[in-house]
């Protein structure tokens, strides 16, 4: 079940809309598949880091939280709190492959492609805060050792880079589809997700562990 999850995260956090999504295909489109990968991947490598600096760098938090319910309140309220800013959220100017900020590099250096995806990627905070946020709150809640976090994320990256794989083959019919209106409906779409699973969350907080047990021997 927790891998089942972790693959539906990877593919959820692969349609987020940012600088990022935009790049992926404005890549393909002007230079082609192989090098969209070689941008996807670097991209990819720069999660990878954050996960590892938000693991090991929450190591002593996550051993005192581990199955304190405040975990799952906090964690659930700071989803629900996103949700509804993203369905908020206006779309912004950066949010078009017309974007001018979105620079393609001339040359065709795989190199050059590959630190140009891990650097877009690293030089947005709030990518560090998200799998940080992601490391405090759900790493303790799995019960899993070492290896089975390594397997967790391992899990969403393969499906976030897979769902990627898929947009970059498509980015002809999701240029047509990326329409003002049509980015608004996938962020407010985004966002009820995100709100829903921090309601989820925080009644898993808030309903104690003995009532969900009871009601869960009852159901069969």
């Known amino acids: 079940m927790e891998l089942k999850n972790a693959a539906l995260l990877g593919i959820?956090?692969?349609?987020?809309?940012g600088p990022v999504f935009f790049m992926l295909i404005k890549t393909s489109l002007l230079k082609g598949a192989k090098v969209a990968l070689v941008f996807n991947l670097g991209v990819v490598l720069g999660d990878v880091l954050f996960i590892v600096i938000s693991y090991h760098g929450s190591r002593p938090v996550l051993n005192r939280l581990k199955d304190n319910?405040?975990?799952f309140v906090l964690g659930g309220i700071?989803?629900?709190?996103?949700?509804?800013?993203?369905?908020?959220s206006r779309v912004k100017q950066q949010e078009s492959l017309d974007n001018p900020?979105?620079?393609i590099p001339q040359k065709t250096n795989y190199l050059q492609w590959l630190v140009?995806?891990?650097?877009?990627?690293?030089?947005?905070?709030?990518?560090?805060?998200?799998w940080l946020g992601l490391v405090v709150v759900v790493v303790p809640g799995l019960a899993l050792d070492s290896c089975g976090v390594f397997l967790y994320f391992t899990t969403i990256i393969c499906a976030y880079f897979g769902t990627d794989v898929l947009k970059i083959l498509l980015a002809k019919q999701l240029r047509n589809q990326l329409t003002p209106k049509?980015?608004?409906?996938?962020?407010?779409t985004m966002g009820w997700l995100l709100f829903v699973f921090g309601l989820i969350m925080l009644m898993k907080g808030l309903v104690p562990k003995e009532h969900l047990d009871l009601n869960l021997l009852l159901s069969h």
């Open 12 to 17: 959820f956090l692969s349609f987020m809309i």
């Open 69 to 71: 319910p405040i975990l």
């Open 78 to 88: 700071i989803l629900m709190i996103y949700g509804l800013v993203t369905i908020k």
């Open 101 to 103: 900020s979105l620079q």
């Open 116 to 130: 140009h995806g891990f650097f877009l990627n690293c030089i947005n905070i709030g990518v560090l805060a998200f």
């Open 182 to 188: 049509n980015i608004v409906r996938i962020k407010k």
